[in-house]
């Protein structure tokens, strides 16, 4: 009594094999995504997996341990007498097993499934969803052969930072079906933008804001923490982002007020939470005349937010073609801080001195408050 988790079963060795998401006595992670890191990875192993059942374990503990830091190790109870595959017209002929004693012979177990494929092919980045679960995820112009799945209906989705796009199709037994996802290109804000043309304008640029030509680059690092890792190619659309930092100023002429703990005009607000931020954006797309981007609903608390620290939990979701300003994803916002497309390869942001592009313990005076934004002084 008093102790979490699931108990271990014993399976009947020879006929039943027992798949458990985590280790006995422990507790199976929910995630951050619709799927716990377990139903994830089983799920995609179970339809496109060839190796046997014992084998497919190995990669979905391995996947669930990459996932979850190693906190979470999938475990599997039982020895079968015959291999068993879940993807049978991708694997090796199943073989009757020898029997436990001359006189006791089990019967050949064998599972029939049909099969077809699907190509998906699109025109943006996002991420591929099959029946609601993600598949894989898509880079601009690649068209991916999913192999081996089921003969049935399915619905799939291709969710993208400019909206998603969902579509019914029907695999059918030794046959191909493709489908297209085609997105109109919108240029987003990555801070506030009206939409831009997909060249740099000449004369249109918004006051205080650097126009980002879209591309794509190497987004994480192996040398930091397990969030950033692995390095993966995103790709992003163009898009504006602010210059400098919001000011205190900036701030209070849409909020009405400041509640930074260092006052200054010049300065950057502080004090101010996601959910400020948000509705900062919201305001300000309001007093420009532009359209907002999120919907803010306070009296509903999101059911996916699982983050012990916050409190609030407000349900907001946004609207990407919208015109108003916006916060920038954070691959937008390493994107810009990488140069873009024209990127030198910068240790820091703009630099390989960070004295010359930052405010740090060594140029800030030792004051233990900020400054004003680096780029407005200089």
Known sequence: ???????????????????????????????????????ESFVRNLRSSPKKIEDMMKDVRAEVRRATSNQQNPTAYGILDMDFYFNSSAS?????????????????????????????????????????????SLVVGQK???????????????????????????????????????????????????????????????????????????????????????????????FYIGKYEVTQKEWREVMGSSPSYFKGDDKPVEQV?????IEYCNQRSLKEGLTPCYTIDKSRKDPNNTNEYDDIKWSVSVTWQANGYRLPTEAEWEYAARGGNKSKGYKY????????????EVNSSDKGENHPDYGTHK
């Open 1 to 39: 009594f008093g102790v979490k988790g699931l108990a271990k079963l014993e399976p009947e060795n020879g006929s039943q094999y027992v798949i458990y998401a985590t280790e006995k006595d422990a507790e199976a992670l929910d995630g951050a995504s619709r799927n716990s890191p377990f139903a």
């Open 92 to 136: 090796p002929a199943v073989t009757e097993a020898k029997p436990v004693t001359p006189t006791t012979p089990k019967p050949q177990i064998e599972t029939v499934w049909l099969y077809g494929n699907l190509e998906v092919e699109t025109n943006l980045a996002g991420d591929l969803y099959l029946n609601g679960d993600k598949f894989q």
């Open 144 to 238: 991916a052969k999913i192999s081996k799945l089921v003969a049935g209906d399915y619905t799939v989705e291709l969710r993208t930072v400019e909206g998603n796009q969902s579509k019914q199709v029907s695999v059918q037994k030794d046959q191909t079906q493709s489908l297209a996802f085609k997105f109109e290109k919108k240029i987003q804000a990555a801070a506030v933008v009206t939409p831009a043309p997909t060249s740099k304008p000449s004369t249109s640029t918004p006051a205080n804001m650097v126009y980002v030509e879209g591309g794509s680059f190497n987004m994480g690092s192996n040398d930091g923490y397990d969030s950033e890792k692995p390095v993966h190619k995103v790709s992003v659309s163009s």
């Open 273 to 277: 939470s996601w959910y400020d931020a």
């Open 349 to 360: 942001s703009g630099s390989d001195d960070i004295s010359s592009v930052a405010w740090y």
